[in-house]
């Protein structure tokens, strides 16, 4: 799958002197990981932590699919909100699904603060404006929901939002714990302390497909087989191709960033902007002085097409950008396309699945990726350990598409 077209930027801010193989002969293992990515890195961190031989193996390069187009911001909420995730879930399970986001949000700061190569992981507030009049009863109700299981939340009406902004919106959610991120040097940052815990990281090395056994595992690549006891599937939007799940599916994003900007002083708080509408422009600015944008979601280009749709939506995004903050020097420097996938409830998919004995796959499909990738790690290095744990079931790959509420 062609997972990023375009230039993404991340890229450029990080030169590694750890040097990956491809692997070349027989291993065996406790854990295999299968990606290279935001997922398979975070949960090699955790297992190899607790001591387990851990093995990851990706096709391409490490962190270069979806990790290096990811716009790095990382929130406890979500595209869909504590008030919805309630009327589909259950007071229960919706309240809990918020709950673990907040908590992953904790437990990322902490896992960056701990690394030695700096992921450039800052904390922020978000910004979520009404699109238009109709949805600012939205964002009141969200509001009194948000506050009343006990997430901290500011709801701004139109004079504040003028006060703070060169933009006039009829009402805002400004909501507090957020942090961002630049997901390339953090997936780098996490594999080099994974590797200090004895993990062992083989780039370019592609899974030609699996067996299994009584005892775990067999994972043929096109040089050398690996014996697991476990595997975790961590292929981010290619687990498509492994095992299709009903309830996920792709489409098409868009992101740029800008050349550096002298003067950013007009963004209050550099806090993270984004929007009620569906699909939703967001914004976030960089230690570097640049503004990231993203959105134009829309289905999958034609192969030969996905580079000039790139170029074209690039375009379209830097005149939404300029019409937030018209400022002189805005000038696109990359701009990329990339894969993205969600699911038709709006959680990510973690977990075990029926057909596939000894295995977890990590899908955190949806706009918090990250999030839900610190989520799995979590849940799985638990589960790997023996400790049982009920949230796991929230992510069950075997729900329906809309479960039942509590």
Not at 19 to 36: A, F, K, P, R, V
Not at 150 to 156: M, R
Not at 330 to 353: K, S
Request: net charge negative; hydrophobic share 35%.
């Amino acid at each position: 799958m062609d997972l990023v077209y375009g230039t993404p930027y991340w890229p450029s801010t990080y030169k590694s002197d750890v040097g990956y193989s491809s692997l070349e002969t027989d291993i065996s293992c406790d854990c295999l990981i299968i990606g290279g990515g935001m997922g398979g890195a975070l949960t090699s961190k955790l297992l190899s932590q607790r001591g387990f031989d851990t093995v990851v193996i990706d096709k391409r390069k490490i962190a270069h699919g979806s990790s290096s187009a990811n716009t790095g911001l990382l929130q406890y909420t979500n595209d869909k909100t504590l008030t919805s995730c309630i009327n589909t879930f259950g007071e229960e399970k919706g309240v809990r699904f918020y709950q673990l986001c907040r908590e992953a949000m904790q437990h990322l700061a902490e896992i960056a603060g701990s690394l030695k190569t700096d992921p450039w992981f800052i904390p922020r507030n978000s910004f979520c404006f009404a699109s238009v009049e109709e949805d600012v009863a939205l964002l009141e109700e969200e509001y009194r929901t948000l506050q009343k299981y006990g997430f901290e939340a500011e709801l701004w009406e139109a004079d504040q939002i003028k006060n703070h902004f060169p933009f006039e919106k009829p009402a805002a959610l400004y909501t507090k714990g957020d942090a961002e991120v630049n997901p390339y040097r953090f997936v780098q940052a996490l594999f080099e302390s994974a590797i200090q815990h004895g993990a062992r990281i083989y780039e370019q090395t592609e899974m030609i497909h699996c067996d299994y056994d009584d005892e775990g595992v067999w994972c043929y690549t096109p040089k050398g087989k690996i014996r697991a006891k476990k595997v975790v599937y961590a292929a981010g939007y290619e687990t498509q191709e492994i095992k299709k799940d009903r309830g996920a599916y792709l489409k098409s994003t868009y992101a740029i960033i800008t050349k550096p900007l002298p003067d950013l002083s007009s963004w209050y708080e550099q806090a993270m902007i984004w929007e009620t509408a569906r699909p939703y422009l967001y914004m976030r600015t960089t230690p570097d002085h640049r503004i990231i944008a993203g959105g134009l979601d829309e289905e999958i280009p034609d192969q030969d097409q996905r580079e000039l749709r790139a170029k074209n939506q690039g375009d379209v995004l830097l005149e939404e950008v300029k019409s937030y903050f018209p400022l002189d020097a805005l000038e696109i420097d990359y701009v990329w396309g990339a894969v993205f996938g969600n699911t038709h409830d709006g959680l990510p998919l973690i977990g075990t699945h029926p057909e596939y004995p000894h295995s977890y796959f990590v899908e955190g499909y949806g706009g918090n990726g990250t999030v839900y990738s610190m989520i799995a790690a979590s849940l799985i290095a638990d589960a790997i350990s023996g400790v049982e744990n009920e949230d796991m079931k929230l992510f069950s790959l075997t729900r329906t598409s809309k479960p039942s509420p509590a």
